[in-house]
């Protein structure tokens, strides 16, 4: 059946704004860096949305050149939503992890690996047994050239798929980045403070062609 969180709620049927901006009250929990929404000079960001954010960040900030991240929400209608508005599915965001990086280090094509082969985005509103709009995929970029490679990259890895046997069409959402808003502090780097925690990441054994 469809799950009513998995419905998208539009302007008019979302929940209110909020008055109060969530600013995460503690520096990255792994490498001490100021959690912050704006890039750095000589970097860059892109957002992305794998389904639960906090296996998602432990991925990328493994990366050699990812040089910050953080957890929020993005995509959605509601200003300065909390972690239990967006769960509710009534605020048209989706959890996403902001990924800052330095190009000359890392190339978004590895950082697009990262996201296509780590999480399933041909399911729509769920990942997994995360159901609801919140947990869809989604790329939300920064400029032409980020558009251009992640586009490039979807068609690569929708052959892929179809080459490995898998026929589902991708449902990832890919639009200009709009506000982002930081989730609480408690979620900022969650599985580096509690190793064992969940995360419900699953990828489809098909990777990202090399050499776009």
């Known amino acids: 059946m469809f799950n009513k969180k998995q419905q998208p709620v539009t302007l008019e049927t979302a929940l209110p704004d909020r008055q109060n901006e969530i600013i995460p009250s503690e520096p990255h929990a792994v490498n001490g860096s100021r959690l912050n929404k704006e890039t750095p000079e000589g970097q860059q960001q892109i957002l992305v949305a794998m389904g639960c954010f906090w296996g998602a960040e432990r991925l990328f900030w493994k990366i050699d050149g990812v040089t910050n991240t953080s957890v929020g929400y993005s995509g959605g209608f509601t200003t300065h ?59 939300y970029w920064f400029d032409e050239e980020q558009r251009d490679a992640v586009k490039a990259s979807k068609d690569a890895f929708q052959a892929a798929l179809k080459a490995a046997g898998k026929h589902e069409e991708i449902t990832t959402e890919i639009r200009p980045a709009g506000a982002y808003y930081f989730a609480e502090t408690f979620h900022q780097q969650y599985l580096h403070k509690n190793p064992n925690g969940y995360c419900g990441l699953g990828g489809t054994g098909v990777c990202l062609p090399p050499n776009l």
């Open 81 to 139: 939503p909390t972690y239990d508005d967006v769960c509710s599915a009534k605020t048209g965001h989706a959890e996403v992890v902001q990924v800052v990086y330095d190009p000359k280090i890392v190339d978004l094509q590895q950082l697009l690996a990262t996201f296509w082969e780590s999480h399933d985005p041909t399911q729509g509103m769920r990942q997994g047994n995360d159901v609801g709009t919140q947990y869809r995929s989604g790329i």
